[in-house]
């Protein structure tokens, strides 16, 4: 499946890239609907291969990955004809002039695929690329072997290859991004593919965005209800085995209440799973028999932590019943290596000022919960941890952290590349001023101006100027007999 042969690589290239850069305006529309159309009609067959993938419910699968690429396609065509161009406003001693902003394609764009939302993952960001007028590669995470296959073959009968290509097998990374890449989604998860991306991206000069990716961590203090925090925590453990974004990877916990953390967790995982979960197929399955290999090889290192659980497992099904590790080495290969999957470390403290210290210093944290009741306590994590995504006590509410650098191309979760934020992250704006119906907007902007152009703005300029005094004549009064008013009453 490697390709290593530069001749070879050339040719592989210029098969997956081709010679179209670009979706014409007129050709959007009917592009997105052939998605809609490629999902409409291989629902089963998606559903199907999910669920020997990964194991999930038939429910499930529609509310997480098919359900939401329904209602952005939707949205999306109903508003691309407004975001293409955009009408600017323009001082009034330019009235003459109309301004707009033209979205403008950035050409090819790279998608490579996160296995553990091996659906959503490509075709979200899809769809708000086809709509920007790009051209649209896709890298499918294999390790979904059955639901990287559909795709792959709903991807090739139905959409138009000049338009959206997928790449049908495992190859290098090395032999995909190349100086004919525009831009760079990379949706995975693993952080061997992101340091590859990253590495490679740099080497060509590519734009890129990482999906935000790191360490989930929460912070249990000694005001905060313990019973709470698991069952909050304990719930991102059970979805998917473990396997998604919201998992936590890393728990702090007073050393007076780690007991009590261990027995309510040990009491939330019942509830959710039952006595005998693997034998009972009710939970999910992990990604790929790697995967589990990957689990046993963490669970049997060296870590030096006490194993709260029992370790149960079937390699046949692929479901695994998830695990607490209390107070591992900090330099031991689970603090070393994230593994975003049913393993749950759980680390005491005894000062937790000197706690924050440490993770302040920390600039890996994805996502960080603080579970407490002292408000007090929660401004002061906000204003010290250095992540762009803040949860209070579980309860939903993303708190902006104002000391994490954002652009104008991030909403406050940093969630993704969808709607209009994602239509400007894959496109280009250009400016264009028209004047009167003639674009002559570098003949009126030039210095000096033809005596016409002059004219015309010196009767403008003093028309705003007197425009402006009038309406501060106005103002005053209206304050004027406002006074008066209230002096006769």
Request: charge should be neutral.
């Amino acid at each position: 499946f490697f390709f290593n042969d530069p001749a070879t690589t050339e040719i592989y290239t210029e098969q997956i890239v081709g010679s179209v850069r670009c979706v014409q305006e007129t050709g959007r529309e009917h592009e997105l609907m052939r998605i809609e159309w490629m999902l409409t009609y291989s629902q089963k067959e998606l559903i199907a291969a999910m669920q020997e993938d990964l194991g999930f419910g038939e429910d499930e699968i529609l509310i997480r990955e098919i359900n939401p690429l329904f209602d952005e396609l939707r949205y999306v065509s109903r508003n691309l004809k407004y975001w293409t161009v955009q009408t600017l406003d323009v001082p009034l001693h330019m009235m003459w002039l109309r301004s707009v902003i033209q979205y403008k394609p950035l050409g090819i764009v790279l998608i490579i695929g996160n296995p553990e939302e091996p659906i959503s993952s490509l075709i979200q960001f899809a769809i708000t690329a086809i709509a920007a007028g790009n051209k649209v590669i896709l890298y499918p995470g294999f390790s979904a072997e059955n639901t990287s296959k559909v795709l792959v073959q709903i991807v090739k009968q139905h959409c138009d290859s000049k338009y959206i290509t997928i790449i049908d097998q495992p190859v290098d990374l090395e032999q995909v991004i190349n100086p004919s890449i525009d831009f760079i989604v990379n949706a995975s998860s693993q952080f061997t593919i992101i340091e590859s991306v990253k590495k490679l991206a740099a080497q060509h000069r590519i734009q890129i965005h990482q999906m935000p990716r790191g360490l989930n961590i929460a912070l249990i203090d000694d005001q905060a209800d313990i019973e709470e925090a698991a069952r909050y925590i304990i719930r991102t453990e059970v979805i998917n085995a473990g396997q998604n974004d919201e998992a936590i990877d890393l728990v702090y916990v007073p050393s007076h209440k780690y007991d009590d953390f261990i027995i309510s967790s040990k009491i939330q995982f019942f509830n959710s799973l039952g006595k005998e979960p693997v034998t009972e197929n009710q939970i999910s399955k992990l990604v790929s028999k790697k995967r589990i290999e990957k689990f046993m090889e963490m669970i049997n290192s060296d870590h030096g932590g006490v194993i709260e659980t029992k370790v149960r497992f079937n390699n046949a099904t692929r479901r695994v019943e998830p695990v607490i590790i209390g107070n591992p080495k900090k330099d031991s290969v689970l603090l070393l290596n994230a593994f975003r999957g049913p393993i749950l470390i759980v680390m005491s403290y005894d000062s937790r000022q000197d706690l924050i210290a440490e993770l302040q210093a920390d600039f890996s944290i994805k996502t960080f919960l603080y579970f407490s009741q002292n408000t007090q306590r929660t401004f002061e994590i906000v204003n010290k941890i250095h992540s762009n995504r803040i949860l209070i006590n579980g309860s939903g509410s993303a708190m902006f952290n104002p000391f994490v650098l954002q652009t104008n191309k991030q909403n406050l979760l940093n969630t993704g590349l969808g709607g209009f934020e994602g239509f400007k992250t894959l496109s280009q704006g250009v400016i264009i001023s028209e004047g009167h119906g003639s674009i002559h907007h570098q003949r009126m902007l030039q210095y000096p101006l033809p005596e016409a152009a002059y004219k015309r703005f010196q009767v403008y300029k003093k028309l705003s100027k007197m425009i402006k005094f009038r309406s501060v004549l106005r103002g005053v009064g209206a304050i004027a007999l406002t006074y008066v008013v209230a002096k006769t009453i």
